[in-house]
Structure formats: structure tokens, C-alpha cells
């Protein structure tokens, strides 16, 4: 088991920039992938970025560009910092451990709102 705790979302405006953080309760090394996902009210949660345990990165179209993913494996933290935010960016954003085996494990969400 393995707790995600998410941080960072808030209100912000168009061109503005945020950076989450997701702390794992354990080591992140023995995930394959982490991954920041988002939703909004309605909608299927979407993959926005993806991390892989080598480094290895992969981004939504919609984000590329403008957002980073990284990890810090001595501190078990990901990030996801967020530049030139558009109101379509307005959305609940989870952390995702996806392990080599068994269920991915999903944080709590933090709400990220950009407003006009």
C-alpha cells in the first residue's frame, strides 16, 4: 500500500503558473510509472503526463509545451509544474503510482482553477 498526497492546485489566472507535488507514503522506485491525471465535473479522468522509473516522459497534446513532469526519487515526490494555464486547464488533478503488478493507486486530488 501506498499513500499519494497531492498539493499545490489553487486559483490562478490566464498565463499564470502552478506547480503541484504528489508525496508518496513509501519509495517511488518500485513503481514503473507515475503520472499526473485530471478531470473535470462530467468527464473521464485524462492522462496529462506521464514519468517512467528510467526518466522516460510522455505528455497530452493538449499540455505539451507548457507543462513539466519530473520526479525526485530521494524525496518519493513528482511534480507537475504547469506555465501559460488556460481556463481548459481548470480541472481536479490526481497523482497515480502505477505499479509493476496489481492496482494503480490514486491520490486525492487537488483542484487547479484558471480563470479569464
Known amino acids: 500500500q501506498v499513500q499519494l498526497v497531492e498539493s499545490g492546485g489553487g486559483s490562478v489566472q490566464v498565463g499564470g503558473s502552478l506547480r503541484l507535488s504528489c508525496v508518496a507514503s513509501?519509495?517511488?522506485?518500485?513503481?514503473?510509472?507515475m503520472a499526473w491525471y485530471r478531470q473535470t465535473p462530467g468527464k473521464q479522468r485524462n492522462s496529462v503526463a506521464r514519468i517512467t522509473s528510467s526518466g522516460n516522459v510522455n505528455y497530452a497534446d493538449s499540455v505539451k509545451g507548457r507543462f513539466t513532469i519530473s520526479r525526485d526519487n530521494a524525496k518519493n515526490t513528482i511534480y507537475l509544474q504547469m506555465n501559460s494555464l488556460k481556463p481548459e486547464d481548470t480541472a481536479v488533478y490526481y497523482c497515480?503510482?502505477?505499479?509493476?503488478?496489481?492496482?494503480?493507486?490514486w491520490g486525492q486530488g487537488t483542484q487547479v482553477t484558471v480563470s479569464s
Open positions: 513509501g519509495s517511488i522506485n518500485r513503481f514503473n510509472t
Open positions: 497515480v503510482a502505477v505499479p509493476p503488478l496489481g492496482t494503480d493507486y
